[in-house]
């Protein structure tokens, strides 16, 4: 599981967009998200840096 924490998400339709973005990269992974806490949990094989480019390509932060 890779955690990750994410800016600039404030809505259900936040959600939709950084789930849709990394399923797009790797449709096994699971995808979950703490909308309040800007929490972004993700059981993949792929690499961290290839996930947090996807969450930046929607348009939000990844803190480091």
Known sequence: MQLFTVTG??????VRAVTAAITSRDAAAAVHIDLAT?????????????LAAAIVAEGYEVAA
């Open 9 to 14: 998400m404030t809505c259900s339709h936040c």
């Open 38 to 50: 800007g929490r972004v949990a993700v059981d993949s094989d792929m690499p961290r840096a290839e």
